[in-house]
């Protein structure tokens, strides 16, 4: 019996997408970070992550970049009278103290644009956040499976 639930656990571990390990810089904790897979030659993919600002003052996500993207920028989901559009954040993504901000499909997310290669399941895509207060901090996205809803 203890044997098939070592196998269990092990099969489960497996099984699911690597987690990235929590990331902290100054009062900023980023985790739940996550990317998908992309067919070859897509031209874009989305970047998704948690920020926790454990502080007494608010700092903004001013800036975004991958080496293995042209270009990155911080984008938001929005619907108005009945249609969805996105669009990037000007003056970057205000995190206030003591406040939760998550980017997932659907809301805030950074858009990778001009992708070098295809993002393949199990890798991980390397990211640079720039803070307007803590600073810059490198983090790397597990890539899920194309179509994965989160971790």
Known sequence: MRLKLVAAGL????ASPALAAPVTVGS??????????TPPGAPSAGGYLTITNTGSEADTLTAVASPMAGMSDIH????KDGVMTMHG?????PIPAGGTVTLAPGG???MFIGLTGA????????????FAKA???D????????????P
């Open 76 to 79: 938001v989901m929005e619907t």
């Open 119 to 130: 993002l393949k399941q199990g890798d991980t895509l390397p990211v640079t956040l720039t």
């Open 11 to 14: 099969w489960l571990a497996l």
């Open 135 to 137: 600073g810059k901090v």
């Open 28 to 37: 900023l904790a980023i985790d739940a970070m996550w990317t998908r897979a």
């Open 89 to 93: 954040l000007e003056g970057g993504l």
């Open 108 to 110: 805030f997310h950074i």
């Open 139 to 150: 983090v790397a996205l597990p890539v899920l499976a194309i179509g994965a809803r989160g």
